[in-house]
Each structure stands twice: as C-alpha cells, then as structure tokens.
C-alpha cells in the first residue's frame, strides 16, 4: 500500500489536518509502517497537485488545515478499492542478491550464508508467533502480524529450496566462473 493511496482512503471517511492521517495510518496499519509528518505533508501536496485532495477550510485556532478529497479524489479512492493490489515480492532485496552473486563468485560458502539467513529467519519467525500468542489486538493489526508470519514461513521455505538446488548443482552449473576457480 502506498502512502498516497493509504492518505487517500482515510479522507474519504472525513476531513483530516496532517497530524490526524499520520496517526490514524500508524494505527490503522498496526504500528508497522512509521510516517515522517514530512512524508505527509509532501504527499499531500502531490495529491493537492493532482486534484485529488483540496483545503478550502480556514485553519483552525491552532493553524490547522483540513484537507478533503475532491470528486476526482474519491473516484480514485473507489478504483483504489476495486482493484488488486500489484504482487510487492521484488527480486531485487539484498538476500537474493547476495545469493545470486555467491553461486556466481569463487570462494563464497553459499551454503553457510543460506544457513545463517535460515537461522535469521526461524529467529524472526519464533518473534512474530511469541507476538501473536500474547494476545488478541484489532483485526488490522492482527491482519499485519500474520501477513509479516506468513513472509517469514515463506522466507524459511525458499531457503530450503535454495539449498537442495546448492545440493544438487555441480560446478558446471556455474558458467559466470571459470571452472579452475569452480
């Protein structure tokens, strides 16, 4: 979820000055996606661009503004929610760079980095069950903790992939490495 889509789908319940759509996206996303107030104000701004977002009210007695959607602002909103949501894995996250690089490169133990990631990774498991079976918490932060569970598990499972595909490559596998150095 993006901030500009997440700042739109809080207007369209009401009106909100800055402050107010950073707390209420912090809360509503269970804590686990921290905003800068600059970050706020910035998309705001975009938003305000764009026509999506519009602040015709006066500040309040503290200099606060609320913002609005605009017609245009909850017509996107309404196509926001009607739509899937783009996959978010990206091939690009240092793990599988790192691992990519070291079947490719002499003298890296690829094998011990999927283990000690493996270990990471059970670690950050156990953390995230412990978290779950201390309590009940809102559905949204419930929703968050056991999309994180479920990345963790999946985590765990492609290490596990990785490592029978180590197991099962021979040197010639490998073509980027000359095969003196294999």
Known sequence: MSVRQGILALLSQRPMYGAQLRSEFEDRTGGTWPLNIGQVYTTIARLQRDGLVEDDVEPDDEGRKEYALTDAGRAEVAAWWSSAAPPTSDPRDELTIKLALGVTMPGVD??????????????????????????????????????????????????????GRLSQSAPSDHPLIPQENA
Do not use: N
Request: net charge neutral; proline share 2%; aromatic share 4%.
């Open 110 to 163: 690829v094998a011990d980095v999927v283990q000690r990631q493996r270990a990471a990774g059970m670690q950050r498991l156990q953390e995230l069950t412990a978290e779950k079976r201390r309590g009940p918490r809102d559905l949204a932060s419930e929703l968050v903790l056991e999309r994180r569970i479920f990345d963790a598990e999946a985590l765990v499972r492609w290490l596990d992939h990785v490592e």
